[in-house]
């Protein structure tokens, strides 16, 4: 069965550290995976995207995720955190008619 | 461009009461999405439509309808609602169905059902 799961439901980091949020999918194909980012009270908003292309992708604001088969692993990261990327995080499994989310990483950012 | 437009914003409403969420895109997209979010859970799919004219059931489709009479319209339904219901719902769409396509979100429907 497809699925995705965000290993940490709260990450707190200081402005100007590096940011890991991590991300394991279970798929039994080779998966679609994206990143989106919620502010408060807003829609998602796409972050960046793996689709089998090449397996360092780099999305906006400076984030980027390595997919590795090997790990099932799909992290994002981000060399230093700025305070307006305090936000929640989804990691996303697409799929055709499987469109999986996971449970969300919320992300504080201290001065 | 509006991109996804949801209606209404908020709503309180009380249980047993039918209710219509409103969606619509400007995209031209073919497959559209309802979901909802709750704390811990995450967004959660109810129902999504690959094309104007077909729908299908996600993962908690239980107490909801839509229908895709068009391309641009995606309306979902409670017809009798339940405080388990309170949520906040997302219509989401994409230019193709299948596992290669952005989804665009709208800002969403707070609905509280008492």
């Known amino acids: 069965a497809q699925s995705v799961t965000q290993l940490d439901s709260h990450v707190s980091v200081s402005e100007g550290t590096p940011v890991l949020l991590r991300c394991n999918y279970s798929s039994s194909y080779s998966p679609s995976l994206f990143w989106y980012v919620q502010h408060p009270n807003k829609g998602l908003q796409l972050l960046l995207k793996?689709?089998?292309?090449?397996?360092l992708v780099k999305g906006i604001n400076g984030f980027e995720a390595e997919f590795k088969k090997s790990e099932t692993s799909f992290h994002l990261t981000k060399p230093s955190a700025h305070m307006s990327d305090a936000a929640e995080y989804f990691c996303f499994s697409g799929g055709y008619n499987k469109l999986i989310f996971g449970a969300g990483t919320r992300l504080a950012v201290h001065p | 461009i509006a991109g996804i437009t949801q209606a209404p914003t908020s709503q309180i409403l009380a249980a047993g009461r039918r209710m219509t969420l409103r969606c619509t895109q400007d995209m031209r997209h073919n497959a559209m999405y309802w979901y909802r979010q709750d704390l811990g859970l995450g967004l959660r799919l109810i129902h999504y439509s690959n094309t104007a004219g077909t729908t299908g059931k996600g993962e908690v489709p239980d107490g909801y309808s839509v229908s895709r009479a068009n391309t641009d319209d995606f309306p979902l339904t409670l017809a009798s609602a339940v405080p388990s219901q309170t949520s906040v719902y997302f219509c989401?769409?994409?230019?193709?169905?299948?596992?290669?396509?952005?989804?665009?979100f709208g800002e969403g429907s707070r609905l509280t059902v008492l």
């Open positions: 989401a769409s994409s230019e193709l169905a299948g596992n290669t396509g952005e989804l665009f």
């Open positions: 793996y689709t089998s292309a090449a397996t």
